[in-house]
Nanobody
Framework: QVQLVESGGGLVQAGGSLRLSCAASARTFSFYRMSWFRQAPGKEREFVATISRSAGSTYYEDSVKGRFTISRDKAKNTVFLQMNSLKPEDTANYYC?????????????????WGQGTQVTVSS
């Protein structure tokens, strides 16, 4: 069982930055691919970014490329999402998720564990 706890959300003006953190409870953290998803009010949850177990590869949803950076710290069992140049359309509840598969990483169904989410609100 892996427990994930997100933090770092908040209210920021357009153009600003936030850094989200996701702390994992298990020492097997390094066995999992980690990703961030988000869900805006009235919309489906969508993929944002993913990082491999070794941190050797990352992949981003097109709208966040060049603005968001995903990283992980194995020693701290934590994954981060640095969000720069934020836009009002980035407003959503952000979730981290862990998967033990390398396939279909943008799809929710392959993720074994989810955090409770942290709210990000970007004002215009």
């Amino acid at each position: 069982q892996v427990q994930l706890v997100e933090s770092g959300g908040g209210l920021v003006q357009a153009g600003g930055s936030l850094r989200l953190s996701c702390a994992a409870s298990a020492r097997t953290f390094s066995f999992y691919r980690m990703s961030w998803f988000r869900q805006a009010p009235g919309k489906e949850r969508e993929f944002v970014a993913t990082i491999s177990r070794s941190a050797g590869s990352t992949y981003y949803e097109d709208s966040v490329k060049g603005r968001f950076t995903i990283s992980r710290d194995k020693a701290k069992n934590t994954v981060f999402l640095q969000m720069n140049s934020l836009k009002p359309e980035d407003t959503a509840n952000y979730y981290c998720a862990a998967s033990n598969t390398i396939l279909a990483v943008t799809r929710e169904e392959v993720y074994n564990y989810w955090g409770q989410g942290t709210q990000v609100t970007v004002s215009s």
